[in-house]
């Protein structure tokens, strides 16, 4: 018997009550360890669904959750409170995958535009009157780069399956990467459609012509950006010769294993060429996306190699980060009074945002005339179409003498700057009803243009596969096979361009806003919309209607 039984203030108790209390006592300091044990092997949970593993807020939440990051909270909470509007109506679930935490207030700020796209967007598709289903978003954090992706792909997975999510398709991801790869593969493999709005990968794509779904390395996968060689095509066909002169062009790749990287330079390879050789290759190597490592001692090599050859005119294969490091160690060679352009795919998107006064004045340079314009391939830019239909009014009115007809007008141009000027309204409409999304969307970076056109292209689906019954939702399978037919008449009217959709679930011939970042001649320099670029080298057919071969 414990000591403690024989203790004065059991005296006069009876035997039989000390040993029930004993047990008693006993009992409670059992279930105290078996609690503060289980306890302690519970997660940590940072929200409702949402799991806390290192230093990371990793799960799915559509309950306003910032995972976090304030700069994404207002539109995290216009999210939800869109959703609980919607709540008792006939709905299903749509997931925003991609990584919603950073120490980097640039990544932060690209964040929350991603996010306004995808609010506005949910907007814009559950505001048609007896358009059914409406769509309930969620946000998905699958850590940085991707890394916990699997965790929030079963959770994913699970929610597809549940009566009471209905999951019906995933958008986000915003960077091509082996990462994203396997989480879009095992999505699709379980029959969760997929909208990539922002990856640009050719990794990451169908093959178009394959003998159904069955072959599609992605069943169930739409995109709607070209692929790196598709943009390298428009950007090769923009440029016409200065880009395709030999001993005028050099390419600058990263090594480091990144599909987005990798990709970009396959493209430019493909680039047909003529002339005289122009120099070789230059390949440096980086330690990761956001990380700059040596690459400012690499790039002051290859900018003197550069300087002594002929080459004008850069085709860089690497990240916005590296990008900018590239450019202004360009800038401050002794190359006499040289002007060089470089030339890089969608992910330099990024690159006005982490500019300062000072890098503006090092691409200046002293002379008065800029030392180094960055041009790229841009998903969209919300000048293109206003700017392209003046100039090509301009030629109409130079050619005849009167107005053209509604049916004579580019369909390719009018179409698309229609539905930008939907968005603009819807902004308009949302800032006055008082909803807070952070800041005012910038639509300038592109993001929340083409995060919105994947929010409409999936409630065009979601609207297209809906049966009679209301309370009947499309079926997965429904949804991913649908993605082929949004085309001819079914196309889809996009910020970014007309989105008709292959049998591979690409984009056909979808436009790229050629941007250029021009330091000028004073103060901070300015994002330039310059023309458009398409990758078959000709504006998409009337109506969208795909050919079944390139003519």
Known sequence: MPSWLSRPRWTGMPRWRQILYALL???????????????????????????????????????????????????????????????????VTVAMMLPLQSDQPTLRRQMRSDLQGAYLGQRQANAGEGELPRIRLVLANPGRNYGRQNEVVDTLIGMAG??????????????????????????????????????????IANEDGTDGAAKQRFPGLARIIPTNNGAAKALADFNGERGRQDARTVMVFDTRQDAYDESLADAFRGIEEAGPAGPAAMPFESPGIYEAGSTGNQFTQIANNICDSPADTVYFAGRTLHLRIFALKLAQQPCGDRHYTIISGS????????????????????GGEPKVTVQYAAPAHPAAWSTELKAWRKRWDASRDREPTADELPQYLTEPKAALDSLNKLIEATLHEGTDLGSVPNLEDSRTMLVYDGLLTIGTALHEVQGDDAEQVPGLKDVGTEWSKLQSRHRVKGTSGLICLTSGGNPYDKPVAVVELDPGREGRGTLKFVGIGWPTGREQPKNCVIPSRTP
């Open 347 to 366: 992910d330099a998107a990024s690159l006005r945002q982490g500019m300062s006064a000072k890098d503006w004045a090092q691409l200046r340079g002293t």
């Open 25 to 91: 006592g006993l009992t409670v300091l059992a279930a105290a360890v078996v609690y503060g044990r289980s306890a302690a092997q519970r997660p940590d949970t940072c929200a409702d669904g949402v799991e806390r593993i290192d230093d990371e807020c990793i799960g799915v939440s559509g309950e306003g959750y910032d995972f976090g990051t304030r700069e994404i909270r207002a539109v995290a909470q216009a999210i939800k409170k869109e959703n609980d509007r919607i709540a008792q109506q006939p709905h």
């Open 162 to 203: 549940s009566s009471k999510d209905r999951l019906r398709a995933v958008t986000g991801f915003n960077l091509s990467l082996d990462a994203t790869e396997k989480a879009v593969e095992r999505l699709t493999k379980h029959g969760i459609p997929v909208l990539a709005s922002r990856i640009s990968g050719d990794r």
